[in-house]
Nanobody, 115 residues
Framework: QVQLVEPGGGLVQPGGSLRLSCAAS????????MGWYRQAPGKQRELVAT???????NYADSVKGRFTISRDNAKNTVYLQMNSLKPEDTAVYYC?????????WGQGTQVTVSS
């Protein structure tokens, strides 16, 4: 069972920046891919960004050019750098890991963008 821990959420003003991190209990080399999803109140969970084991990234159109996903294999950690944040980015953000067709989820961290 892969454990994913996500510290790093919080309150930020519009236009501000925040970095989320996701620490895995096992080597992320073994993961086919890792990513971030988010769920706003009353909405379905949606993909934000993913990165494959080969380093290929994918972003939702709504965050392209503002968010960057990266991975530190030595620390078994994936990051989501969020810049130019907007109120509509407010959501619970979840870390995801995929290994051999099994998906693992973190507990989620709240990000609130508000003045």
């Amino acid at each position: 069972q892969v454990q994913l821990v996500e510290p790093g959420g919080g309150l930020v003003q519009p236009g501000g920046s925040l970095r989320l991190s996701c620490a895995a209990s096992e080597s992320i080399f073994s993961m086919n891919g890792m990513g971030w999803y988010r769920q706003a109140p009353g909405k379905q969970r949606e993909l934000v960004a993913t990165v494959t084991s080969g380093g290929i990234t994918n972003y939702a159109d709504s965050v392209k050019g503002r968010f960057t996903i990266s991975r530190d294999n030595a620390k078994n950690t994936v990051y989501l750098q969020m810049n130019s944040l907007k109120p509509e980015d407010t959501a619970v953000y979840y870390c995801n890991a995929l290994r051999r067709m099994v998906a693992y989820w973190g507990q989620g961290t709240q990000v609130t963008v508000s003045s």
